[in-house]
Each structure stands twice: as C-alpha cells, then as structure tokens.
T-cell receptor, first 113, second 113 residues
Framework: DGGITQSPKYLFRKEGQNVTLSCEQN?????MYWYRQDPGQGLRLIYY???????QKGDIAEGYSVSREKKESFPLTVTSAQKNPTAFYLC????????????FGEGSRLTVL | GNSVTQMEGPVTLSEEAFLTINCTYT??????LFWYVQYPGEGLQLLLK?????DKGSNKGFEATYRKETTSFHLEKGSVQVSDSAVYFC????????????FGSGTRLSIRP
C-alpha cells in the first residue's frame, strides 16, 4: 500500500529523555514535513525538507532535530530541551502536484510523564 | 505575510442541516486554497482544493469556491451526516513560499443524529 507510516502511534517519555518519532513514505515524494498539533489548536510547522540531505527550520524548531538521509525517511527527535513536548505530531509529504497539497500520516501522540 | 482565518468552533448541527464554515485569507499573488479534514485520532486528509479564482472544489458533497474579490474560500454542504463530524482546516500555499503551507486554526464540527 502506498502511504505514510508514522511510528509509534503512542509514546510515553520521562522528562529529560530524548525520543525519536519515525516517518516513512513510499509515495516517492520529495518534500516532507513535521507538524505539531496541540488540543484545540491548528498545526505548527517544526521542520521541513525539500530534498535529501537538506532541511529547514519551521516556526517552532527549538528543542527538535531532524535528519533526511534517505528520500523515504524523515525522523524527528524530540530532545530534552523541548520544554513542553506533550502533543500530537504529524508527518506529511508533498509531491509534484499542487504546492500545498499534502499527504499526512496518522500521527504520533507523545506524552511526557 | 500570508494568513488564514476561519470561523471558530465548535459548530453543532442536526443531521441533514446545511453547513457553512467560513474561511478568509490574506496573501500576495495567487495562492492555492485547500480544505483538509481530520477525523478523531487521525491525520489530516485533503477534502478539496482550488488553484485559481472562481474555481470550485468539490468532494463528498462538500463544495468551496475561490473568491478573489472577497478573499474567501467558504466550505459548504447541503445536508450533513453524523459521519461528517470532524475538525476542518482551511489552508493556503503560494508559489512564493510553496514549502510553507499556512493552516487555519481548525473548526470542530459535531453533527447530532
């Protein structure tokens, strides 16, 4: 099946720990994005990547890191420097179609205990 | 800069009622406009889109018309169903910043049987 796979779906972390959220796609899309969603709020862009080995900070990059070593993969690390990491994290891809037409994974819910 | 403003929720309607969710935008140039839908616990899905003025996007009984004169892209459906209960996001992208899609804050819709 073509699509975007995020894992894990649920993750619990103790304060002070780094965690990595996985995002894998087989849509052959160049662009990949990470968004954060808090309850009752819209989406905020964390990082995005337009091509392998290149990525840019979004609006709320502090406390997060990413890598883009393969076209298919764009993992997000939530570091201990992120002061309020409990949130729903969404990975998305964008292809050669209309700019802004994104395909989303099902999300990963991170809870800090 | 570019921005999207959509009506605050929650919006609660009875089944078979007429739905309108307002969305207005501010953008330079000629952005593409989108409506995304998010069902509980899931990622976002593209519902419909319009890429130029006077275009009408439609899908699953939902419609929205790109009105440049009023900078609006209101979502409508003639007869809602319980299964339409979800959060709806208006979004825009422009060629000047195609990598940064601007999302509205979302409108939660609840349909009563």
């Amino acid at each position: 099946d073509g699509g975007i796979t995020q894992s894990p779906k649920y993750l619990f972390r103790k304060e002070g720990q780094n965690v990595t959220l996985s995002c894998e796609q087989n849509l052959n899309h160049d662009a990949m994005y990470w968004y954060r969603q808090d309850p009752g709020q819209g989406l905020r862009l964390i990082y995005y990547s337009q091509i392998v080995n290149d990525f840019q900070k979004g609006d709320i990059a502090e406390g997060y890191s990413v890598s883009r070593e393969k076209k298919e993969s764009f993992p997000l690390t939530v570091t201990s420097a992120q002061k309020n990491p409990t949130a729903f994290y969404l990975c998305a891809t964008g292809g050669q179609g209309t700019p802004g037409e994104l395909f989303f994974g099902e999300g990963s819910r991170l809870t800090v205990l | 800069g570019n921005s999207v403003t959509q009506m605050e929720g929650p919006v609660t309607l009875s089944e078979e009622a007429f739905l309108t969710i307002n969305c207005t935008y501010t953008a330079t140039g000629y952005p593409s406009l989108f409506w995304y839908v998010q069902y509980p616990g899931e990622g976002l899905q593209l519902l419909l889109k319009a890429t130029k003025a006077d275009d009408k996007g439609s899908n699953k009984g939902f419609e929205a018309t790109y009105r440049k004169e009023t900078t609006s892209f209101h979502l409508e459906k003639g007869s809602v169903q319980v299964s339409d209960s979800a959060v709806y996001f208006c979004a825009l992208s422009s060629y000047s910043s195609a990598s940064k899609i601007i999302f509205g804050s979302g409108t939660r819709l609840s349909i009563r049987p």
